[in-house]
């Protein structure tokens, strides 16, 4: 192996000593939001690890990932060439694949703008601002009846399995403009089987680095690659009924939409970044991916949290009683009169960090940082639990407090204290699904809260030891709700 020269007046990388051929894998271990925390109190906010032969820097720490992120963002907004992500949407997706600048680019801004008018648009309903907000709150309604109908049957229930039914439902009718019922076992089967791909896809993967792991034969590994089939074949058969009824007059979702771009773009002869069709359409791969993995770990963690902490629920529960009262469902416009849960949500953001690293990310050109040097094509884990757990940066960060959120008198949201929770990535790779995100995880659970107590089963402790992943999940457990004073249940 050729050794990179360092430039003059830049030093070379701290860092553990790697073992030959696995490099530093072992101490990366299986949680290496904990295990690359512990390195980074040692060796410093930009760090060296190696991940089988290949060097992968490490960055933790508020200032140096804003530095790395959005000053130098240019510089470190590349995503490395790892073996998982071949599999990801045949090798095209938007998030993960290695598509040069100019590509990755125009596709964002496709996928953004598709995104900005298909949940801003006008709903059905004049009942609700948009279409985003009518389709969760539906989706809420019928959760709240099938939660309450598997309660009947059952006396208890599995939150994760329920949720994510209905928040795939939302960015199903988002991209795809129809839903699934709860019984349907194509959807649910799949959609909860996200863990399986997360363990995969999460940063520190030792077979993203080490070949010699991919001949060994491994369970997930076969999961992971019949997931990403199976979620493959499911949108492009989707795709293909789109393409049969497409009318240009009524563009009625975001495939639609990316469909029509296609069309359009035809006829422009001067567009100057070729991007196929295929890799247009199949921008609809990662919203559908992202938009319900995401979002359905988030509220699922905040039912978990609700049920450990009794106490917040009920304050929880008073507030939306005070402000909201219970003649109508909440709405997008109350998150300014609900400081509490807003504090929530930002606790649960920065508390569980089910987001740890982001996606990795690579070097595009020899950089520097800190007064280190690293070379071009080098891959970078970024550590946002770290930060959302940095004794710099919080008070007693270990202990799960929404009230660190709020003004001293309790009665607004810090809005300067939320500013630091890292959950989304910053700077050109940002998530771009933030403020449908946040939209959902706020109305989602403000529509639960409102007519449903949380509660764990009699005598059996809840384990909130995380299990890492690209988003790491609560263990699956059992739970109990009963309707809150004055609720009918709908369909009951
Ligand atoms: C990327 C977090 C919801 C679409 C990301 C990244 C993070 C993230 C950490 C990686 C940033 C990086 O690599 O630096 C979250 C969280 C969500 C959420 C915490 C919900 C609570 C969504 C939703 C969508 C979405 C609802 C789409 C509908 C994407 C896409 C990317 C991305 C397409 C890749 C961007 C790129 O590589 O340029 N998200 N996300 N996300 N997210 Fe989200």
């Known amino acids: 192996l050729m050794r990179t020269k360092i430039p003059e007046g830049l030093q070379k990388l701290p860092g553990p000593k790697p073992l030959p051929i696995i490099g530093n894998v072992l101490e990366v271990g299986n949680n290496p939001h904990l295990s690359l925390t512990a390195m980074s109190k040692c060796y410093g906010p930009v760090f060296q690890i190696q991940m089988g032969m290949r060097p992968v820097v490490v960055l933790s720490g508020n200032d140096v990932i804003r530095q790395a992120l959005i000053k130098q963002g240019e510089e470190f907004a590349g995503r490395p060439d790892l073996y998982s992500s071949k599999f990801i949407?045949?090798?095209?997706?938007?998030?993960?694949?290695?598509d040069q600048v100019g590509v990755w680019r125009a596709r964002r801004k496709l996928a953004l703008s598709a995104l900005r008018t298909f949940s801003t648009v006008q709903g059905e309903s004049s009942e609700y601002s948009c279409a985003l907000e009518e389709h969760i709150?539906?989706?809420?309604?019928?959760l709240i009846e099938r939660l309450h109908n598997v309660m009947k049957a059952d006396g208890c229930f599995d939150p994760f399995r329920h949720i994510v039914v209905s928040v795939a439902n939302v960015i199903c009718g988002i991209c795809f403009g129809r839903r699934y019922n709860h019984d349907d076992d194509e959807l649910v089967s799949l959609v909860n089987l996200s863990d399986e791909f997360g363990k995969i896809v999460g940063s520190g993967n030792p077979a993203d680095f080490i070949p010699f792991l991919r001949i060994l034969p491994s369970t997930t590994m076969k999961k992971f690659l019949d997931i990403n089939d199976r979620f493959s074949k499911l949108v492009k058969k989707i795709v293909s009924e789109h393409y049969n009824t497409f009318d240009k007059d009524n563009i009625r979702d975001i495939t639609d939409s990316l469909i029509n771009h296609c069309e359009d773009r035809k006829l422009d002869e001067?567009?100057?970044?070729?991007?196929?069709?295929?890799k247009i359409v199949g921008i609809v791969n990662d919203l559908f991916g992202a938009g319900f993995d995401t979002i359905s770990t988030a509220l699922s963690w905040g039912v978990v949290y609700l049920v450990a902490y009794p106490e917040i629920q009920e304050r929880l529960q008073r507030e939306l009683k005070e402000k909201i009262g219970t003649d109508r469902t909440p709405l997008l416009s109350d998150r300014t009169d609900l400081p509490l849960l807003e504090a929530f949500i930002l606790e649960i953001f920065r508390h569980s960090s089910f987001l740890p690293f982001t996606i990795p990310h690579c070097t595009s050109k020899d950089t520097s940082l800190n007064g280190y040097f690293i070379p071009k094509d080098t891959c970078v884990f970024v550590n946002q639990w770290q930060v959302?757990?940095?004794?710099?940066?919080?008070?007693?960060?270990?202990?799960?407090?929404p009230d660190r959120f709020l003004t001293a008198d309790g009665t607004d949201l810090n809005k300067m204290e939320g500013e630091k929770v890292l959950v989304f990535g910053l700077g050109k790779r940002r998530c771009i699904g933030e403020s449908i995100g946040r939209a959902e995880v706020f109305l989602f659970l403000a529509i639960l809260l409102q007519r449903l107590k949380f509660s764990g089963m009699p005598g059996e402790m809840l384990d909130m030891t995380p299990e890492y992943g690209l988003t790491m999940k609560h263990k699956r457990c059992m739970l109990h709700v009963t309707p809150q004073p004055g609720f009918e249940i709908p369909g009951s």
Do not use: C, I, R
């Open 270 to 278: 001067n567009s100057n970044v070729q991007v196929s069709d295929e």
């Open 388 to 401: 959302n757990h940095d004794p710099e940066l919080w008070k007693d960060p270990s202990s799960f407090n």
């Open 137 to 142: 709150s539906k989706e809420g309604l019928y």
């Open 89 to 98: 949407s045949d090798g095209k997706s938007l998030a993960f694949s290695t």
